[in-house]
């Protein structure tokens, strides 16, 4: 396997007594879409901030390769509304055109939906020209049509432009079927490796219920339709939906 | 107020006081603008409130050890953005905890030291709202040169201090120094302030940084937009001020502020969003 893009190992982090992340490893390969699912309070975030060195851990090591460039779109952007931004500086038109907010361009940041907000930050972490794209909670305030195809993009990018991708999500409806590895993380790693694999795992079903876990069924998602402008989806992918 | 010749001198010479003054305020605000903006962007209002209030303190040191005004209160101004940073970074207090502490303090301790001073030969009233009219040339000099490195430094910043404002992860991952771009904006702040206190003085430092700035939000597509608005703002709130001073004999800091006033109310009605 080629040298991870990041490697974190046997990460320890605690802020006023309380220990966030106890021993935790990962590592991103290029070309490859690792996923760190869990509960409120597990820790993504602080992961994250980890990987990117915005935190420095108490114990373990974070390892980057020379020269890496990372892409980071945060989980949400309070942005300040008295400062006038317009979306084109934040993306130029063909990064953009590719995470479908073309239209967008001529707008104020300010003015954004939630939707329209992630997918410009998405192009903005584009411009970079990244190794590696860190996204916390990627599809935050996207409707159900809107997230499909935000993981089918970021799925793209790592099989077309060899981006690896460290994401996070609670969200693992849709997570499942984009991403070559899940983490499973509760403060610690409760279990990890193939999507089909974790789901399985006693500890996943421990953490998220039997039940829900059931629901969580692989999701792979069908290009057999557009979803159009107004939100219409023509399918509502159910608890029982389980698609081949 | 000691009416003799000299005053009767003044009146003779309005025109040139009146030019000396426009040539002070002038650099002032266009300097005050951009920086205007970051405090409003940043919410630094209290911050530029607590600068003020520390500058008098300035000031009277400056009396009590024999140095100059604006020596005396660029070194306090820098003192209180530097505890600040302290503060911010070691303490669990807030930071308008720590600028209410340090604003009231500072003003509180200049005050008592001022009255402590029997001999002081220190303009109260004109240190509190400001005393355009007794720059001289070589304050006016002060002000053009002064203000022109503050804005080649804000220059020469801008990158990072906008992607900070913007959010100060995405800064930092996108390589961007974020304590520093943070530190570098508070002493220069700071230096603005300093500048700032002997045109429109204690009270009235912080209306010049703001209300321009937020008069240029309603037109600004963009930061530089807004910046460059705010600076072109702020001159014409000078030039009004002091015009206006002149015409119905008003204090000229208040006039200035009036005027800055008048154009904030003005892009309210006329301004698209």
Not at chain 1, 94 to 105: E, P
Not at chain 1, 142 to 159: H, N, P, S
């Amino acid at each position: 396997m080629a040298e991870p893009l990041i490697a974190l190992e046997r990460i320890c982090f605690a802020r006023s007594g309380q220990t966030i992340l106890a021993d935790v490893s990962l590592a991103v390969q290029p070309g490859r879409i690792l996923t760190v699912v869990g509960p409120n309070g597990a820790g993504k975030s602080t992961l994250v901030k980890l990987a990117l060195g915005l935190l420095r851990p108490d114990s373990g090591s974070v390892r980057r390769g020379p020269g890496l460039v990372i892409g980071y779109v945060p989980q949400s952007l309070s942005l300040e509304p008295t400062l006038p931004l317009s979306v084109r500086r934040h993306g130029q038109e063909a990064a953009l055109d590719r995470v479908g907010a073309g239209h967008v361009l001529a707008r104020q940041v300010a003015h954004l939906s939630g939707g329209e907000m992630q997918r410009v930050m998405l192009a903005r972490a584009l411009l970079r020209r990244p190794h590696l794209l860190a996204l916390d909670e990627p599809v935050g305030g996207v409707d159900m049509a809107g997230q499909a195809e935000l993981y089918d993009l970021i799925a793209a990018l790592a099989r077309q432009d060899g981006v690896g991708v460290l994401m996070v999500s609670h969200d693992l409806h849709v997570v499942m079927a984009a991403t070559d590895e899940v983490v499973c993380l509760n403060r610690h790693v409760c279990c990890a490796g193939h999507p089909e694999a974790v789901k399985g795992h006693p500890e996943y079903l421990a953490l998220f219920g039997s039940k829900v876990a059931a629901s969580l069924a692989v999701y792979t998602h069908m290009h057999d339709h557009e979803h159009l402008a107004d939100g219409s989806v023509g399918h509502i992918h159910g608890p029982d939906c389980h698609h081949g | 107020m000691v009416r003799s010749a000299t005053f009767m001198d003044r009146i003779a010479t309005m025109d040139e006081f009146l030019a000396r003054a426009l040539a002070g305020g002038i650099p002032l605000a266009l300097v005050a603008g951009p920086f205007g903006c970051f405090v409003v962007w940043r919410r630094m209002a209290y911050f530029g409130d607590t600068l003020a209030h520390a500058a008098l303190l300035g000031v009277v040191l400056g009396a009590l050890l024999n140095v100059d005004f604006g020596i005396g209160i660029a070194v306090t101004s820098l003192a209180v953005a530097l505890l600040l940073a302290f503060g911010q970074r070691r303490g669990p207090l807030a930071s308008d905890t720590i600028l209410g502490i340090l604003s009231h303090g500072a003003l509180a301790v200049g005050l008592v030291l001022l009255a402590l001073m029997h001999d002081a030969r220190i303009n109260l009233m004109g240190w509190l709202l400001g005393d355009i009219l007794a720059l001289d040339w070589s304050d006016v000099g002060v002000l053009w040169a002064g203000g022109a490195v503050l804005l080649a430094l804000l220059a020469s910043q801008w990158r990072p201090l906008v992607a900070v404002v913007v959010d100060e992860d995405l800064a930092a991952v996108e390589g961007h120094n974020v304590q520093r771009a943070r530190l570098v904006l508070m002493l220069l702040v700071a230096l603005v302030v300093a500048g700032a206190m002997k045109v429109v003085g204690v009270l009235l430092v912080t209306a010049l940084l703001v209300i321009p700035a937020a008069t240029a939000r309603r037109f600004a597509r963009t930061p530089e937009q807004m910046a460059a608005l705010a600076a072109l703002l702020g001159a014409l709130a000078v030039a009004l001020g002091l015009a206006g001073s002149w015409r119905f004999d008003t204090p000229s800091g208040p006039s200035v502020v009036v005027a800055a006033l008048l154009l904030f109310g003005a892009a309210q009605v006329v301004g698209r969003r």
